[in-house]
């Protein structure tokens, strides 16, 4: 059973950055397939960023490339989302999950059977 508690959100200015954290519990390393989804009131939860731990392939989405960037801290089982250049659009509450599929697919979220609790971020202004 995975465990993941994010944080590290909160309330930023426009152009402004925000590290989110995910720690990983439960599994004895980090889980194979990890990734971060965002929900804004109204919305789909979408996909942000997913990545392969193991050989840290990863996929940003358009609407986070070149801003955005993932990284992993396997000694800390934990996963990171450096979020630079925040748009007000980037609002919404960001959930972590994993996946234990070791050869599983690692985008959508019907891929991931483990999910955090959410940290909000609000981008104003």
């Known amino acids: 059973q995975v465990q993941l508690v994010e944080s590290g959100g909160g309330s930023v200015q426009a152009e402004g950055s925000l590290r989110l954290s995910c720690f990983a519990s439960?599994?004895?390393?980090?889980?194979?397939?990890m990734g971060w989804f965002r929900q804004a009131p109204g919305n789909e939860r979408e996909a942000v960023a997913t990545?392969?731990?193991?050989?840290?392939?990863?996929y940003i989405a358009d609407s986070a490339t070149g801003r955005f960037t993932l990284s992993t801290d396997k000694a800390k089982r934990t996963l990171y989302l450096q979020m630079n250049s925040l748009k007000l659009e980037d609002t919404a509450m960001y959930y972590c999950?994993?996946?234990?599929?070791?050869?599983?697919?690692?985008?959508?979220?019907?891929?991931?059977?483990?999910w955090g609790q959410g940290t909000q971020v609000t981008v104003s202004s």
């Open positions: 439960g599994y004895g390393y980090l889980p194979y397939c």
């Open positions: 999950a994993a996946s234990v599929a070791r050869f599983g697919p690692c985008s959508g979220a019907s891929d991931f059977s483990y």
């Open positions: 990545i392969y731990t193991s050989s840290e392939n990863a």
